[in-house]
């Protein structure tokens, strides 16, 4: 059937043949689009052990379950902060983490901004995360990229961020609720693209979600170069 479908699909767009580079490892065990499959084959490249020693940093998180790009990782042996600032979501979480004591959970709403009270690097501070942690994981459907721009001294070596994936190639706006005018929600693929440059990462993979990898790990997987020269190419529209 997953064949099937990427038949068709490289019928209507040819280009789409080095997204099938990491589309095939797609699985989703808790994630929405394949993420769980996808990440556990670059993990695998990126020779990341499956111990408590590896960490992960997802929010929102929900009940640490549901649509979660970790919890899978949890199951696998992972140390894993999840953060959720919604309190009967959060209750949700905390019933999770007894279950799971690799869990760290965290209330709160993340800051849009890192100088701000609950950034994303504060809340860190208060756990045992590494600096140089393997992944983050960012879902929360407004100001991602505000998030990750801004974050900085911890270096995760996968950043897997949403994005408001409606805007064709080489529109640019961020997360924005203007007076009077409809609500720009998240940011742009191309947007995003270029905060993850800019910040020293190659994007790798696209499922609406965009898959990140740190600039000194990406020999390790092999990617097509086709992508390294225009990443534009694993948006389908």
């Known amino acids: 059937m997953k064949q099937k479908l990427w038949n068709t699909l490289l019928q209507w ?5 080095y997204n099938m580079f990491l589309y095939n490892y797609s699985n989703n065990e808790y994630s929405q689009h394949g993420e769980d499959g996808i990440l556990k084959e670059i993990f695998k490249r990126l020779e990341v052990p499956d111990t408590l020693s590896s960490w992960a940093v ?14 899978a990782l949890v199951l696998r042996g992972w140390s894993v902060v999840m953060i959720e600032g919604d309190e009967e979501k959060y209750k949700d979480l905390l019933d999770t983490a007894k279950e799971y004591p690799l869990i760290t959970p965290i209330q709160a709403w993340i800051s849009q901004f890192d100088y701000q009270d609950k950034s994303l690097y504060k809340l860190l501070q208060q756990t045992n995360c590494p600096k140089d942690f ?37 529109v640019k706006w ?54 390294l020269d225009n990443p534009n190419i694993l948006k389908v529209i």
């Open 174 to 227: 961020r997360h924005h609720i203007p007076a009077g005018e409809p609500i720009s929600k998240g940011s742009t693929f191309t947007t995003t693209l270029e905060i993850g440059m800019n910040k020293g990462y190659t994007l790798v993979h696209y499922t609406g979600n965009a898959i990140f990898v740190r600039n000194d790990l990406i020999s390790k997987l092999n990617v097509p170069q086709q992508i």
């Open 134 to 170: 393997e992944l983050l994981s960012i879902d929360i459907d407004s100001y991602d990229s505000d998030v990750w721009d801004t974050f900085h001294t911890y270096t995760p070596k996968v950043v897997i961020i949403e994005t408001n994936s409606s805007a064709p190639v080489g």
């Open 58 to 71: 997802e929010f929102g998180a929900w009940d640490g379950k549901y649509l979660s790009n970790a919890f």
């Open 13 to 17: 767009n040819p280009i789409q043949r």
